[in-house]
């Protein structure tokens, strides 16, 4: 009797497992820390510009420079982060920022608890973009501050659909949570490609959660359709593997 040929999971499947694999790696925390730190912790970041390089190299300085305690805490509370408008250089004078990204369109606060940030929220609105974001053509080459380690991370965002405003939520979780789980580190070279969509099925190895340990994906409700997930970040590291 011949057995019967393996369903090719669907893009649900694909999705709901990768998503399960992230909830379960958040709630055990990270691998050695055991600091204790206070709960609920929220990032800031000031926008005055979208430079998506500039972000990217800026969210990975901000994650690497943070100590054992914030890092484990604000990872438990998957890295929650809250976008406000403003110029960097006016806001400084009251609210000195922990990390400014080159060019000093985008400042970084935090994370700490709500209280803490509530004169920097009260000063500013929450940042709207337009949709669709705009982002340069072509793959953007990134180097995380530091000197050059040798790996490669390579980094595919959704760009379809979604506005100035939820792109930076997506990336900023994207790069943040693979810098506190070692995925990327100083000096690491980032290329960055963005697609309009990004098909499951496409990305099918990277999402089984089997390759978590290189892997850290963006998956989160449609903006369309709020009953399906979609697929909005794939970053894939070689430092696991042992460089080039």
């Given at each position: 009797m011949s057995t019967p040929p393996a369903l090719r999971p669907t893009d649900a499947d694909l999705l709901a497992a990768a998503a399960r694999a992230r909830i379960r790696a958040v709630r055990a925390g990270l691998a050695g820390c055991d600091h204790?730190?206070?709960?609920?912790?929220?990032a800031v970041v000031v926008v005055e510009d979208i430079?998506?390089?500039?972000?990217?190299?800026?969210?990975?300085?901000f994650a690497l420079a943070l100590e054992p305690g914030s890092r484990a805490a604000w990872y438990r509370a998957f890295t929650r982060t809250v976008f406000l408008a403003g110029r960097p250089g006016s806001v400084a004078g009251r609210h000195p920022h922990r990390r400014l990204a080159p060019g000093g369109g985008l400042a970084w606060y935090g994370p700490a608890t709500r209280r803490e940030l509530t004169a920097l929220s009260r000063l500013l609105r929450t940042f709207q973009g337009p949709l669709p974001v705009d982002v340069p053509p072509g793959p953007l080459a990134v180097r995380v501050p530091g000197r050059p380690s040798g790996h490669r991370?390579?980094?595919?965002?959704?760009?379809?659909?979604?506005?100035?405003?939820?792109y930076l939520v997506h990336v900023h979780h994207l790069v943040t949570e693979a810098v506190l789980r070692g995925l990327v580190g100083p000096g690491d070279a980032v290329r960055v490609e963005h697609r309009d969509v990004l098909a499951p099925q496409d990305f099918r190895?990277?999402?089984?959660?089997?390759?978590?340990a290189t892997v850290q994906t963006r998956?989160?409700?449609?903006?369309?359709?709020?009953?399906r997930l979609r697929l909005y970040g794939?970053?894939?590291?070689?430092?696991d593997r042992g460089g080039h």
């Open positions: 204790p730190a206070p709960r609920e912790l929220t430079d998506p390089a500039a972000f990217v190299a800026g969210a990975a300085s991370v390579e980094m595919t965002v959704a760009t379809g659909g979604v506005r100035s405003d939820a190895a990277a999402l089984d959660p089997g390759r978590a998956i989160s409700r449609d903006g369309t359709d709020p009953d794939v970053l894939i590291s070689n430092r």
